[in-house]
């Protein structure tokens, strides 16, 4: 069965600060793997990983995988209080034309001033 | 530009009513659609996906079912809600363009 756990479950950090999330993963034939955002409703699309060691960065996030050791960080640097939100790290397995999305339960992420 | 629609977004229903949330997608054909329900604290779990008209695959057993009528509509139903059917549920299709996968706005069920 695929899986996907992520780590910590909630933080609390204060503005300024720096976050490093982690998402830990098994999945049969993987394919790629997602970070989403997710504030009140649904998640938005923040990257899509699926070669190791590089890294893609969007103003003050970054994200870069590991497939021998299966995991992949999302780091968040100088932190703001609109980062508070449910991060969701997804791994997308599967073959053929059949994608089978896998999902963590997330991590909480609450930004203080 | 490809938008996905889903309705109602807040919803408060007894327990074994019927359910039915409906998902429409425009500015794509043949898209892959999905059903996902996030309960309270939890990650997003995969009940349907379908890869074209009158194609439904289930992943969970549950007493939910979906539908899909036309190629851009995914309806989600059930004959009699649970109390455990209460969650969130968000429609998405996956997009071929690298970009992964587009989610609805979401529905939140409650089962009282």
């Known amino acids: 069965e695929d899986k996907v756990v992520q780590s910590p479950l909630s933080l609390v950090v204060h503005e300024g600060d720096t976050v490093t999330l982690n998402c830990s993963y098994e999945v049969t034939n993987f394919r790629s793997l997602l970070w989403y955002k997710q504030e009140k409703k649904a998640p938005t699309f923040l990257f899509m990983l699926?070669?190791?060691?590089i890294e893609k960065k969007s103003g003050r996030l970054s994200s870069i995988l590991d497939k021998k050791e299966l995991f992949s960080i999302l780091n968040i640097t100088a932190t703001q209080t609109g980062d508070s939100a449910i991060y969701l790290c997804a791994v997308v397995g599967g073959s053929g034309g059949y994608q089978k999305v896998t999902f963590g339960t997330g991590t909480k992420l609450q930004v203080i001033p | 530009s490809q938008t996905i629609h889903q309705w109602p977004a807040t919803l408060v229903q007894p327990v074994g009513s019927p359910l039915s949330l409906e998902c429409t997608v425009e500015g794509t054909s043949n898209p892959n659609l999905y059903w996902y329900r996030q309960a309270a604290g939890r990650g997003l779990q995969l009940l349907f996906y379908s890869v074209g008209i009158g194609q439904i695959s289930s992943e969970v057993p549950q007493n939910l079912s979906a539908s899909r009528p036309q190629d851009r509509q995914f309806i989600l139903s059930s004959k009699k809600l649970l109390l455990s059917d209460s969650g969130f549920y968000l429609c998405?299709?996956?997009?071929?363009?690298?970009?992964?996968?587009?989610f609805g706005s979401g529905t939140r069920l409650t089962v009282v």
């Open positions: 699926t070669s190791s060691g």
């Open positions: 998405a299709w996956r997009s071929d363009r690298g970009y992964g996968y587009t």
